[in-house]
């Protein structure tokens, strides 16, 4: 099955910064790849994704980008402002659903 | 804008009693999953349902588990016989059809507490 890895485990920096989390996937025949924010006691929430077919995607302070040759994708967050703390999730699908990584805690210091 | 629901939020359970947890998919959808977050840690597949019937399951979907959409709006996951180390988070996913894995929408979650 599908394995991911996410580094770092946790992440803290200054208001204005901006923070970057990698994820390696084993399955070369994944093709799509979500990143999840959870807030402490909620819900994962999808915040942006990308698909194989495509290099980098941004929204806004947000942006994606996907290596499939070297099998990783990471999340960019700049201007990190205090509500970005979280922790953040990436994910690949399996047969059927979605591995996660361990997740990164982000911890943004006004 | 619809989601997905989840009762109840809190569930707390002697060791060895069978807890029902509830959910309710997003009606347009349908694939549906179980996952749980022991506290700390990360979102651990559990099981997807599709078409009335098991896709896959994980290694932690042991015999103690079970699924059951008993009607067209619940997704149920039974504990047959809860243990300390069932308890956890557990959170209920759904996702329209498509031509691949698109958004899955999770619910609010259920926390389990087994003593």
């Known amino acids: 099955g599908e394995n991911v890895e996410q580094h770092p485990s946790t992440l803290s920096v200054q208001e204005g910064d901006s923070a970057v989390i990698k994820c390696t996937y084993s399955?070369?025949?994944?093709?799509?790849f979500p990143w999840y924010k959870q807030e402490l006691g909620k819900r994962p929430q999808l915040i942006i994704d990308?698909?194989?077919?495509?290099g980098e995607k941004k929204d806004q302070r947000i942006a994606v980008t996907l290596n499939k040759t070297a099998k990783h994708f990471s999340l960019h967050i700049t201007e990190t402002q205090p509500e970005d703390s979280a922790v953040y999730f990436c994910?690949?699908?399996?047969?059927?659903?979605?591995?996660f990584g361990k997740g990164t805690m982000l911890l943004v210091s006004p | 804008e619809p989601e997905v629901t989840q009762t109840p939020s809190h569930q707390v359970t002697q060791m060895g009693q069978e807890v029902i947890l509830r959910c309710v998919p997003i009606s347009n959808h349908l694939y549906f999953y179980w996952y749980r977050q022991i506290l700390g840690q990360k979102v651990e597949f559990l099981v997807s349902f599709y078409n009335n019937e098991i896709s896959e399951k994980s290694e932690i979907f042991d015999d103690q588990f079970s699924v059951e959409r008993p009607d067209g709006s619940n997704f149920t996951l039974k504990i047959r016989s809860t243990k300390l180390e069932d308890s956890a988070m557990y959170f209920c996913a759904s996702r329209s059809s498509g031509a691949g894995i698109e958004e899955q929408f999770f619910g609010p979650g259920t926390r389990l507490t087994v003593l």
């Open positions: 399955d070369s025949a994944s093709n799509y």
């Open positions: 994910a690949a699908p399996g047969y059927s659903t979605l591995t």
């Open positions: 990308i698909r194989s077919n495509v």
